[in-house]
């Protein structure tokens, strides 16, 4: 039979061509296409448990099971990482709508927490306004459920998570296995300026900047006409902090994951550094290209 691995991804097919060169079918049994097309041929039962086996033990994405069919493929899940005001929350933006899979940003959960004043929020608060992190046990657990909610069937991307190495292990230790880190790196003096002019619109998250993406008409969104707000921590004393925490927290973590992509597991984990000093088309494509 043959077995159809659908995956637009060029490299995640070179990776598990790669993989299923070990595999403990005979190769008789097993004639694998990997395709960027959607073609996958009908299985016995037998087969289908095989493969399912095969699939586990190698922790490799399932894609979906469809009328006697396998379709195995390659969900996108991805880390965006970088400086406050790097660009993560545009740079989801697109990457979100090209991938299909949803925005987790912690940020964002949290602010909507500390608006709600939930039990979570009051705790998130003041940490937040002082530019340090949250403790890692009030997150952790809030993204692993926000990770099995059913939106993030084909994958998802994670902008602001993990931020410290026991956040990353416990991704790890909870076999959430990541395809993409990608870092965004600014220097500090943009991001005073991308920060101090930022617009967000909280309902949405739709985010502007006075003078690098201004809304259409000042002061409001373009899509629903409400209006913009100035984030809490944006003062340029809470930047200062939100910078120090990030430099002592996250320059350790791009180290861990740079040397777990280096690794050759069979999972393997892709860490990209983008310049972030460009306009955020230019940084997108940049992306884009280094995934496909
Ligand atoms: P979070 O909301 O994640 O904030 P952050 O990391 O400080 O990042 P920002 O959202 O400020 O920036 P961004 O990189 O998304 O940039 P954006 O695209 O908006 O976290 C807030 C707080 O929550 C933390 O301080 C912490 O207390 C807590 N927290 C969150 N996650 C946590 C975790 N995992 N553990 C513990 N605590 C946690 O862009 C910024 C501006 O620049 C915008 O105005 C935009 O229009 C503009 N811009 C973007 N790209 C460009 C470009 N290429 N050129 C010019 N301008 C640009
Ligand atoms: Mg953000």
Redesign the pocket.
């Known amino acids: 039979f043959e077995l159809v691995i659908k995956t637009a991804f060029s490299k995640k097919r070179k990776t598990i061509k790669n993989n299923f060169k070990n595999i403990l079918f005979d190769q008789d049994f097993l004639n694998l296409k990997i395709a960027p097309n959607d073609r996958a041929e009908t299985l016995s039962i037998e087969q289908f448990i095989n493969i399912e086996n095969y699939v586990t033990q190698n922790k490799i994405n399932f894609y979906c099971w469809y009328n006697s069919t396998v379709f195995l493929g390659v969900k996108m899940k991805i880390i965006l990482i970088?400086?406050?005001?790097?660009?993560?929350?545009?740079?989801?933006a697109f990457l979100t709508k090209e991938f299909g899979i949803p925005q987790i940003?912690?940020?964002?959960m949290?602010?909507a927490a500390v608006g709600e004043k939930t039990e979570l929020g009051l705790k998130?608060k003041d940490?937040?306004n002082q530019?340090?992190?949250?403790?890692?046990n009030?997150?952790i657990d809030l993204?692993k459920l926000r990770i099995n909610k059913s939106d993030c069937k084909n994958g998802f991307l994670l902008?602001?998570?993990?931020?410290?190495i026991p956040?990353a292990q416990a991704m790890i230790d909870a076999k959430i296995f990541i395809d993409y880190v990608i870092e965004?790196s600014?220097p500090d003096n943009e991001i005073i300026k991308?920060?101090t002019?930022?617009?967000?619109h909280p309902a949405s998250g739709r985010?502007?900047?006075i003078t690098?993406?201004p809304p259409k008409k000042d002061g409001v969104d373009d899509v629903t006409g409400e209006s913009l707000i100035i984030?809490d921590?944006?003062k340029e004393s809470t930047i200062i902090k939100?910078l120090k925490?990030?430099h002592e927290q996250m320059e350790p973590l791009v180290k861990f994951y740079s040397d777990l992509s280096n690794q050759n597991t069979i999972n393997e984990l892709i860490f990209i550094s983008i310049d972030?000093?460009?306009?955020?088309d230019n940084?997108n494509a940049k992306i884009v290209k280094k995934l496909k």
């Open positions: 970088g400086a406050p005001g790097a660009g993560k929350g545009t740079q989801a940003s912690t940020g964002d949290l602010r998130a940490f937040m530019g340090k992190l949250v403790p890692d009030l997150i993204v902008d602001g998570f993990p931020r410290t956040q965004v600014v991308r920060l002019g930022r617009r967000t985010i502007y900047h690098f993406n984030r921590d944006d939100r925490t990030y972030g000093l460009d306009n955020p940084i």
